[in-house]
């Protein structure tokens, strides 16, 4: 599945559900009382996924398998690193696989403070709630480590991921990714970096299945890719 980059899309999708679907059908897709607690929602609908994805924001998709589209209960609530996120309780679309979205995001997101959080508890939170049942998703560190450049030994260095999936560094060169490090031939004045990886999920309790995909972009100089 391709997941939206901003889900501020989605919350506007939400507020103009009236206009997208006339009035007749916004009663049925926007007003119906079919909330569902978080309790019930896999043995209702189908098995869900936690699906976050952190690139210089942090937009989480929580997706239900089944042929119905479920809504969350109105007192469902979402923590991101103890930051209250926004959220789009579903219960109106769906696509090949099932019902989306359910989502969480912010409309700012408050880096500084999570950042600072992560530094202190080495790892990331997402907490999500209602009346029924709290879940719990605990992925390792995903904002208190910055992407470096060491150029002595010529290499990036992402500290706590511990297998860097992808990498891309302008000026283009021949990369070797060994765990946490991105080496470059000696001698390169990399001056931007985009970096990708997928964590591993040390809790996922309440959901089927969590995933997280962890994206960096620096900048080290002045000289950018077109």
């Known amino acids: 599945m391709t997941l939206p980059n901003d889900f501020g899309l989605i919350a506007s999708m939400v507020k103009t559900c009236l206009l997208v679907f006339g009035a007749a059908g916004a009663l049925a897709a926007c007003s119906q009382d079919n909330s569902t607690a978080l309790k019930d929602l ?9 699906e976050i994805v952190a690139r210089s924001q942090v937009n989480v998709l929580l997706h239900v398998n089944g042929d119905s589209c479920p809504t969350l209960s109105d007192d469902a609530v979402a923590m991101f690193d103890g930051q209250q996120m926004e959220v789009s309780r579903g219960g109106y679309a769906q696509d090949a696989t ?42 390792t560190q ?29 000026p283009t060169v021949d990369l070797r990714i060994a765990g946490d490090n991105v080496y470059y031939p000696a001698g390169t004045n990399v001056t931007f970096a985009q970096v990708r990886a997928f964590p591993a999920v040390t809790l996922c309790d309440g959901p089927g299945t969590c995933s997280v995909d962890l994206q960096r972009d620096v900048t080290f100089g002045t000289s950018l890719p077109l």
């Open 42 to 50: 896999s043995t209702t609908y189908g098995d869900t996924t936690i």
């Open 98 to 139: 099932g019902c989306y979205p359910i989502a969480f995001w912010f409309n700012k997101f408050p880096a500084d403070v999570v950042s600072q959080r992560e530094r202190t508890s080495n790892g990331a939170e997402m907490i999500i709630k209602d009346a029924s049942q709290t879940w719990h998703i605990a992925p």
């Open 142 to 170: 995903m904002f208190g480590n910055e992407l470096t450049n060491d150029t002595v030994a010529s290499r990036l260095v992402w500290p706590n991921v511990d297998n860097i999936a992808t990498a891309v560094v302008y």
